[in-house]
T-cell receptor, first 111, second 112 residues
């Protein structure tokens, strides 16, 4: 399974868009990009995932570069409740096992 | 809708004591089930996963074991806890191999 690289921390002003980058330069053609977030002392929460097309849901947008070597999670209007650790993970299609989460990015939304 | 329950939320156990953490899922059948551990300040580490009753795959050698006695029940156990077993234990489920994981709220275990 491909490894991901994320910045350890980021700040964002409340109401502004938060753009969280992730590098996955060794991603394979059958690996999906998943994003989760974890608020302190809670279980991780699924946000969004995609293979190669950009995706949007009620929580966020996922932009995957054409070469699929990196992606960006966008929270369009960050709120204080979006403060959390955000994990980017790549996962082989059809694999029953789950990848070990990395260290993620600590996003702090500032008032 | 589907829900996942984990208990207890916190647990303090002495070294050498046994452990049993339980996880149940409601609202779905034949889910994939997972146990993760998160050490303080670190990412999640997959410990066990199960694709069906009685089917357990272990990801890392350790002092722990898992069992799935019923379709929507997943149990993490140890006969004798070690100090290094302290951590935040998370249970998760997914509908299929390709679907997202959904996590419980975890159990914070402190071995003293």
């Amino acid at each position: 399974d491909a490894k991901t690289t994320q910045p350890p921390s980021m700040d964002c002003a409340e109401g502004r868009a938060a753009n969280l980058p992730c590098n996955h330069s060794t991603i394979s053609g059958n690996e999906y990009v998943y994003w989760y977030r974890q608020i302190h002392s809670q279980g991780p929460q699924y946000i969004i995932h995609g293979l190669k097309n950009n995706e949007t849901n009620e929580m966020a947008s996922l932009i995957i570069t054409e070469d699929r070597k990196s992606s960006t999670l966008i929270l369009p209007h960050a709120t204080l409740r979006d403060t959390a650790v955000y994990y980017c993970i790549v996962r082989v299609e059809g694999s029953a096992r789950q990848l070990t989460f990395g260290s993620g990015t600590q996003l702090t939304v500032l008032p | 809708s589907q829900t996942i329950h984990q208990w207890p939320a916190t647990l303090v156990q002495p070294v050498g004591s046994p452990l049993s953490l339980e996880c149940t899922v409601e609202g779905t059948s034949n889910p994939n089930l997972y146990w993760y551990r998160q050490a303080a300040g670190r990412g999640l580490q997959l410990l066990f996963y199960s694709v069906g009753i009685g089917q357990i795959s272990s990801e890392v050698p350790q002092n722990l074991s898992a069992s799935r006695p019923q379709d929507r029940q997943f149990i993490l156990s140890s006969k004798k806890l070690l100090l290094s077993d302290s951590g935040f234990y998370l249970c998760a489920w997914s509908r299929w191999n390709n679907s997202p994981l959904h996590f419980g709220n975890g159990t914070r275990l402190t071995v003293t």
